[in-house]
């Protein structure tokens, strides 16, 4: 089974700044098969990044993915008031499918 | 744009079985794996399997003894039931169209389910 983990595991930022999550694998991801999303409370998920580094459609051009193998990029480039949420990354490569742990975007 | 509602009793008691339904809207079944995803309150995302449209299916060892997944294409549906249920299952429970390398995942809103006798 391929652990991903995710770091940090809170992140707390200011509206405007840059945020950088880190998605690793303990293996690496077959395919780049490495999928981001956002949860807000009482939300499903919302598919941001699939197939490492493609935007889903209606995803704002501020978020960007990017990464190979075993390590694995989410950036944010300039957070919005509704950008601060629960981020989880998922690899579809290899079974079982597995998802992180999450990290958790938070206002400063 | 695909859609997919997950119905099914909201409330299980311990030891029965959780049987949920997932109906596709505005694509065929007929493609793709289809994946159950589960949430405990509080708590992260776990996989519990998926299905394809041959219906062969793959599941998580941790769950793999009480989960089947099965699929009607003439219903544009699949359904999960997992059984011998223990309050640790309580969960808000999601079905979702997996993600390829080049197609994206689609979510439905999820269910709450309640194991409590």
């Known amino acids: 089974e391929i652990v991903l983990t995710q770091s940090p595991g809170t992140l707390s930022l200011s509206p405007g700044e840059r945020a950088t999550l880190s998605c690793r694998a303990s293996?690496?991801?077959?395919?780049?098969?490495l999928v981001w999303y956002q949860q807000k409370p009482g939300q499903a998920p919302r598919l941001l990044i699939y197939?490492?580094?493609i935007r889903a459609t209606g995803i704002p051009d501020r978020f960007s993915g990017s990464g190979s193998g075993t390590d694995f990029t989410l950036t944010i480039s300039r957070l919005e008031p509704e950008d601060f949420a629960v981020y989880y990354c998922?690899?579809?490569?290899?079974?079982?499918?597995?998802f992180g742990g999450g990290t958790k975007v938070e206002i400063k | 744009q695909v859609q997919l509602q997950e119905s099914g009793p909201g409330l299980v008691k311990p030891s029965e079985t959780l049987s949920l339904t997932c109906t596709v809207s505005g694509g065929s079944i007929n493609n793709y794996y289809w994946s159950w995803i589960r949430q405990p309150p509080g708590k992260g995302l776990e996989w519990i399997g998926h299905?394809?449209?041959?219906?062969?299916?793959n599941y998580n060892p941790s769950l793999k003894s009480r989960v089947t997944i099965s699929l009607d294409r003439s219903k544009d549906q699949f359904s999960l039931r997992l059984s011998s249920v223990t309050a640790a299952d309580t969960a808000v429970y999601y079905c979702?169209?997996?993600?390829?390398?080049?197609?994206?995942?689609?979510w439905g809103l999820g269910t709450l389910v309640t194991v409590s006798s």
């Open positions: 979702a169209k997996d993600p390829t390398t080049v197609t994206p995942a689609y």
């Open positions: 998922q690899q579809c490569g290899s079974l079982p499918l597995t």
């Open positions: 293996q690496s991801v077959s395919n780049n098969y």
């Open positions: 299905i394809y449209h041959s219906g062969s299916s």
């Open positions: 197939g490492t580094s």
